[in-house]
């Protein structure tokens, strides 16, 4: 049996005045499944930060109980029950936003694993990303659902312009922002694997050409979720930034 060991870390990044991300992980007591959340929040520093923290808070209660042996979800059931969270959280958002004027613009992104003996299972709201490490090479398993990325796909602009366009962070979905509908992927693990999530604030402060280097060296994922975390600040990273990591030997 493989066993996952997971790590995350949250920064309010070298810029900003607050942290409007929110990360969780669980594993179950008889290591078979671990439940990784990363959310960031939208809609002003306080709105942001009820955001994310109602969505992570919202999927770890509606999913971690899946995680005891005697409640554990059927595997052609697992993306009803992402969903079913998902939605929950996003309802919880919209009657939170409603209740305040000042939370108006709130919402947040979100992207979760739910790892099963070996399987991860992905879903995701927005542009906080999963990638796959293995053998030394990293696979991003989530598509950003913003602006930029559709311009990408349908060849408005090139990649190398993704830095100057001015609304390149405008999200075509969010939580408690449109229909809350995730995507959804499935991958099956193998032993040395690594699954990574963050947010965005990773993403725009990091190459993903400098992760491996900064990653391969370290042999725990608290290691390699603080290098990650350390790389961005010295590079001045102008969002919050997050990363759960998850390591299976």
Same mark, same amino acid.
């Given at each position: 049996?493989?066993?996952?060991?997971?790590?995350?870390?949250?920064?309010?990044?070298?810029?900003?005045?607050?942290?409007? +991300?929110?990360?969780?992980?669980?594993?179950? +007591?008889?290591?078979?499944?671990?439940?990784?959340?990363?959310? +960031?929040?939208?809609?002003?520093?306080?709105?942001?930060?009820?955001?994310?923290?109602?969505?992570? +808070?919202?999927?770890?209660?509606?999913?971690?109980?899946?995680?005891?042996?005697?409640?554990?979800?059927?595997?052609? *059931?697992?993306?009803?029950?992402?969903?079913?969270?998902?939605?929950?959280?996003?309802?919880?958002?919209?009657?939170?936003?409603?209740?305040?004027?000042?939370?108006?613009?709130?919402?947040?992104?979100?992207?979760?694993?739910?790892?099963?003996?070996?399987?991860?299972?992905?879903?995701?709201?927005?542009?906080?990303?999963?990638?796959?490490?293995?053998?030394?090479?990293?696979?991003?398993? @989530?598509?950003?659902? @913003?602006?930029?990325?559709?311009?990408?796909?349908?060849?408005?602009?090139?990649?190398?312009?993704?830095?100057?366009?001015?609304?390149?962070?405008?999200? @075509?979905?969010?939580?408690?922002?449109?229909?809350?509908?995730?995507?959804?992927?499935?991958?099956?693990?193998?032993?040395?694997?690594?699954?990574?999530?963050?947010?965005?604030?990773?993403?725009?402060?990091?190459?993903?050409?400098?992760?491996?280097?900064?990653?391969?060296?370290?042999?725990?994922?608290?290691?390699?979720?603080?290098?990650?975390?350390?790389?961005?600040?010295?590079?001045?990273? *102008?969002?919050?930034?997050?990363?759960?990591?998850?390591?299976?030997?």
């Amino acid at each position: 049996m493989m066993i996952p060991r997971v790590a995350g870390l949250t920064d309010v990044g070298a810029v900003r005045a607050a942290n409007q +991300d929110a990360i969780d992980w669980r594993i179950s +007591d008889d290591n078979r499944q671990a439940l990784l959340v990363v959310a +960031d929040g939208m809609g002003g520093y306080q709105g942001g930060e009820i955001a994310s923290r109602i969505a992570v +808070d919202t999927i770890m209660e509606a999913l971690g109980g899946h995680l005891m042996p005697a409640n554990r979800c059927h595997s052609d *059931a697992l993306p009803d029950a992402m969903q079913a969270a998902i939605t929950l959280a996003s309802e919880r958002i919209q009657t939170r936003r409603d209740s305040d004027a000042a939370l108006a613009k709130m919402g947040t992104t979100v992207v979760l694993a739910w790892v099963i003996d070996g399987d991860a299972h992905i879903a995701h709201l927005g542009d906080s990303r999963c990638y796959l490490v293995r053998n030394a090479e990293l696979q991003c398993l @989530t598509r950003d659902d @913003t602006v930029v990325q559709n311009m990408l796909e349908d060849g408005s602009i090139q990649p190398d312009d993704v830095p100057h366009v001015p609304f390149r962070n405008v999200l @075509t979905r969010a939580l408690g922002a449109s229909s809350p509908l995730a995507s959804f992927r499935q991958v099956a693990l193998e032993p040395g694997d690594g699954l990574l999530l963050c947010s965005d604030g990773l993403t725009g402060a990091l190459p993903e050409a400098d992760w491996l280097p900064l990653i391969s060296g370290q042999e725990s994922p608290e290691a390699k979720v603080r290098a990650l975390v350390n790389a961005s600040l010295d590079n001045k990273a *102008a969002d919050n930034v997050s990363v759960v990591f998850l390591m299976l030997n």
